[in-house]
Nanobody, 124 residues
Framework: QLQLVESGGGLVQPGGSLRLSCALDSTTALNDYYIAWFRQAPGKEREGVSC????????NYPDSTKGRFAISRDNAKNTVYLQMNSLQPEDTAIYYCARRKNYCSGRHYEYSIWGQGTQVIVSS
């Protein structure tokens, strides 16, 4: 059984929007964990796109997603969301969520618990 499950990916035109979801196993308290979103395009390094603290008081974005992406969490539903607006072809990738107890990190190798990924394709 997966501990994190991503959903919401698909095909969207440039300028469009998608909302991704990351669902945590209900046997584990979501508010114990920092949750990060990463993406990986073919031939590219896995890249951090956002992170949120256990109760949502801190959020983090790199320059590539600031102003376009928004992370949020609903701990009552054991779910973290990634709202993606103004999508461009360079956003095409497999998107993953990951968890850790320590703090937000943009280094993918510092996370050991991952979901299976959801594909996002931005194309006309």
């Amino acid at each position: 059984q997966l501990q994190l499950v991503e959903s919401g990916g698909g095909l969207v035109q440039p300028g469009g929007s998608l909302r991704l979801s990351c669902a945590l196993d209900s046997t584990t308290a979501l508010n114990d964990y920092y949750i990060a979103w990463f993406r990986q395009a073919p031939g590219k390094e896995r890249e951090g796109v956002s992170c949120i603290s256990p109760i949502g008081e801190f959020v983090n974005y790199p320059d590539s997603t600031k102003g376009r992406f928004a992370i949020s969490r609903d701990n009552a539903k054991n779910t973290v969301y990634l709202q993606m607006n103004s999508l461009q072809p360079e956003d095409t990738a497999i998107y993953y969520c990951a968890r850790r107890k320590n703090y937000c990190s943009g280094r993918h190798y510092e996370y050991s618990i991952w979901g299976q990924g959801t594909q996002v394709i931005v194309s006309s």
